[in-house]
């Protein structure tokens, strides 16, 4: 183990903005943090990027697009990068050539069509006005008829891969959004040199060498057992993408805490750090906070809850999962099975009901008490009793990431009467989320895949009120990371491991990870209260997404249609 003067960076890049740690190996303290926004945000309604739009035309997206601008990661690597270490700096006196290593995290499946050097499309002034050439960020959710084909596919054809990903895989993931690219925008297609997960661009743009993390290649890339999906399978989805993976993805595989390259000067310029010092393979940053949070032991469930949720955990064992998100070996730790699930939205959820559900009044009222509207729905709603609000929620609002697999679902609140009040609809979509992740976890357990320990990393732990009724429903005791930087932190831990200064991730952990265990417990009399209510939204949950009524989808069929007209008409 190393002394007090060596430190390590760690960057986790998220949905709408990047963050930057400077962390301490001997101990994990954080000794300097710094974030930057992305500047064009997340791009859902209109392409507000490229030449159309920066003369005042931008072009209207489809329903389910998100899509991001590549240089908008770089500027965290030149902004967030160097105010971590200036704050490191002026704090505890930290010099730039004191850090021997960085590592970075990046939300999942995030894709970025480049040429073969790494460039962007969205770079190329032919393409910069074509949707297509942008980064698709990991809620980019249109490619479900595409997910359902190759998930059909699969199964009819009996590949052994299927199982591995709980039966069905997501319109998240890179075939999925590969096969969209294919038949919605050939150009662009034929365009793609290299179809690049966002965790290894930017490991690109740090060393200059372009290595495939072996985490995304496995959970997001169809990667089992050292292969791909075969030629023969792409070309029976589309004859033009049979040679998908040769041509476009397939890339030398680094395993998680080893090192990518050097850091390169043009990347040593950006970020004020060294020259020479390790880069490590990319990541996720929901398997990088796992040991972050010490969970590198089977059984230890890390939900890291912020727009969506990630859950994660170890096994000693091979399970199909039904629903899950996959199984990997090593994908977190290695010498055990990984485990990855998920819900696609939960606090994207809370916060689209107070931007578009609460009345004025409310935020009049947040502002005179000097909170914010999400603190004071929390107060109001934490008065009430399990079941008071009379009302239960599906948590579907971005689609079912776990264990249904299925975008095209959508959200729903029953109960609701003319007494039913914001703090009401605010408290049940809350449980909403509580109730999936019940799911979720049920489903592991039954499998055979036993959860032991829930420990909760990301924004959403800073939320007394969520903790306990995830306590209350799941009837775990809940442990929280010790950190508001989780994944950040989790990244500098592997930075750590690839530049030589703890053996394995294991060790890392132990020296460096932060947890409070048990921080919230299961109250016997509102757990009692939430199966009585859980009972309510199972049958929920299996009727509108296990085939009992296919309004969802016909609703989200009739709303594209809508669109689609609009934009012919206009």
């Keep these: 183990m190393s002394g007090n003067n060596i430190f390590v960076v760690g960057v986790d890049f998220g949905t709408l903005s990047g963050r930057a740690v400077v962390v301490r190996v001997q101990d994990g303290t954080v000794v300097g943090s710094a974030a930057h926004p992305y500047p064009h945000g997340v791009m859902e309604a209109e392409l507000t990027a490229g030449p159309a739009a920066a003369e005042g035309r931008p072009a209207p997206l489809p329903p389910d697009w998100a899509l991001q601008v590549a240089h908008d990661y770089v500027e965290v690597l030149a902004h967030a990068v160097p105010a971590a270490l200036a704050a490191a700096r002026d704090a505890h006196g930290v010099r730039a050539e004191d850090v021997v290593g960085i590592a970075t995290d990046f939300t999942a499946c995030t894709m970025v069509p480049t040429t073969s050097d790494g460039t962007p499309l969205s770079e190329l002034r032919e393409l910069a006005d074509r949707p297509h050439a942008y980064v698709k960020l990991w809620k980019h959710h249109a490619a479900q008829p595409h997910a359902d084909?190759?998930?059909?596919?699969?199964?009819?054809?009996?590949?052994?891969?299927?199982?591995?990903?709980g039966g069905l895989i997501s319109s998240e993931w890179e075939f999925a959004k590969g096969l969209e690219l294919l038949e919605d925008d050939p150009e662009v297609y034929a365009a793609t040199e290299r179809w690049v997960e966002a965790a290894d661009w930017i490991v690109w743009q740090l060393s200059g060498r372009y290595v495939r993390n072996a985490c995304t290649a496995g959970y997001k890339g169809i990667r089992q057992d050292g292969r791909y999906p075969d030629r023969d399978f792409?070309?029976?989805?589309?004859?033009g993408f049979a040679d998908f993976v040769t041509d476009k993805l397939d890339?030398?595989?680094?395993?998680?805490?080893?090192?990518?390259?050097?850091?390169?000067?043009?990347?040593?310029?950006?970020?004020?750090?060294?020259?020479?010092?390790t880069v490590a393979v990319g990541n996720v940053d929901a398997?990088?906070?796992?040991?972050?949070?010490?969970?590198?032991?089977?059984?230890?469930?890390?939900?890291i809850m912020g727009t969506s949720t990630c859950h994660v955990m170890n096994g000693e064992v091979l399970r199909e999962v039904p629903g899950m998100c996959g199984v990997v070996e090593g994908g977190i730790v290695p010498g055990l099975w990984g485990?990855?699930?998920?819900?696609?939205?939960?606090?994207?959820?809370?916060?689209?009901?107070?931007?578009?559900?609460?009345?004025?009044?409310?935020?009049?009222?947040?502002?005179?008490?000097?909170?914010?509207?999400h603190e004071l729905l929390t107060d109001l709603a934490s008065r009430q009793r399990v079941g008071e609000h009379g009302l239960v929620a599906l948590d579907w609002h971005s689609g079912n990431r776990s264990v249904l697999v299925d975008h095209e679902l959508s959200g729903l609140v029953v109960g609701q009467t003319l007494a039913t009040r914001p703090e009401d609809?605010?408290?049940a979509?809350?449980?909403?989320?509580?109730?999936?992740?019940?799911?979720?976890v049920e489903a592991f357990v039954e499998a055979g895949v036993p959860v032991t320990e829930f420990i909760v990393a990301g924004g959403l732990l800073k939320n007394p009120l969520l903790m306990q009724i995830y306590a209350d429903v799941t009837r775990l005791p809940i442990s929280t990371i010790a950190t508001d930087q989780g994944p950040a932190l989790g990244s500098a831990l592997h930075a750590a491991v690839a530049a030589g200064e703890y053996a394995d991730i294991r060790a890392a952990a132990r020296a460096m990870g932060r947890v409070d265990r048990a921080v919230y417990t299961p109250d016997e009399e509102a757990a009692r209260g939430y199966d009585a209510l859980f009972a309510e939204y199972r049958a929920l949950h299996d009727h509108f997404g296990r085939g009992g009524t296919e309004v969802m989808h016909?609703?989200?069929?009739?709303?594209?249609?809508?669109?689609?007209?609009?934009?012919s008409a206009a």
């Design 149 to 165: 084909r190759i998930n059909a596919l699969a199964h009819g054809r009996g590949e052994a891969w299927i199982a591995r990903y």
């Design 234 to 239: 792409l070309a029976a989805l589309d004859p």
């Design 251 to 277: 890339q030398p595989i680094g395993e998680l805490g080893d090192a990518a390259g050097r850091l390169s000067a043009r990347a040593a310029a950006w970020t004020g750090l060294p020259e020479g010092i």
């Design 287 to 303: 398997h990088v906070t796992a040991p972050a949070a010490g969970a590198v032991e089977p059984g230890q469930m890390v939900a």
């Design 339 to 373: 485990y990855e699930a998920g819900q696609s939205g939960v606090g994207d959820i809370f916060g689209w009901f107070v931007e578009h559900g609460v009345p004025p009044a409310y935020h009049e009222e947040a502002r005179r008490q000097g909170v914010s509207v």
């Design 425 to 427: 609809t605010y408290r």
């Design 429 to 440: 979509l809350l449980e909403a989320t509580a109730f999936g992740t019940r799911v979720i």
């Design 554 to 567: 016909r609703l989200r069929a009739l709303r594209r249609a809508a669109r689609a007209g609009a934009g």
